[in-house]
């Protein structure tokens, strides 16, 4: 390829990104009638959004405006189980407090599929070594039990298979 074609698809390409990040910026007039322009949008309800990323002029319209457009249309009758559940002087929640909201509801979930997980591990690990501990009873395996001073006592014959029986139906209960 020539060097001169290759430029050209260097400064065509550059150009082309060049033209989608100035299109990523938002464009409003403040309340004193000036230009503004930024990568987030507005705060509050009084400025009209002119340019939006990835919208058409006009179109966008911060939630507080949104809530106080639907305020003033007129609304059909609430339902009695509607007009018990909420207070007739509570606000509508702003954009923040249902974001909070929405993100503590998302954090609790994780914790609890979090704990779910570390308990259905820990059980896991247990019946482990639950089915180890009879393999090796039944493999004929020295054992050995805390006896009431602390002291280590040597199961026998017969306490082996007692234990043996306890293990396993400890499995059958705990453990399917």
């Given at each position: 390829m020539k060097r001169s074609s290759v430029l050209c698809l260097l400064a065509a390409a550059v150009a082309m990104t060049a033209s989608v990040h100035a299109n990523a910026y938002w464009q409003w007039r403040d309340a004193n009638g000036r230009m503004v322009y930024s990568d987030v949008p507005p705060s509050g309800a009084a400025a009209r959004v002119l340019r939006a990323p990835g919208r058409l002029a006009g179109e966008y319209q911060p939630v507080e405006a949104a809530n106080a457009?639907?305020?003033n249309a007129p609304a059909a009758a609430p339902t009695p189980a509607k007009a018990a559940g909420k207070a007739k002087d509570a606000p509508p929640p702003t954009a923040e407090e249902a974001f909070q909201k929405r993100r503590e509801?998302?954090?609790k979930a994780a914790a609890e599929e979090a704990?779910?997980?570390t308990e259905a591990a820990d059980?896991?690990?247990?019946?482990a070594q639950l089915r180890n501990y009879a393999s090796g009873l039944q493999q004929g395996m020295r054992?050995?039990?805390?006896?009431?001073d602390g002291s280590l006592q040597h199961l026998n014959?017969?306490?082996?298979?007692?234990?043996?029986?306890?293990t396993s139906a400890s499995l059958?209960?705990?453990c399917n």
């Open positions: 457009e639907s305020a509801s998302r954090l704990r779910k997980e059980h896991e690990a247990r019946c054992a050995a039990v805390a006896g009431p014959s017969e306490q082996r298979q007692a234990e043996l029986v306890r059958e209960k705990n």
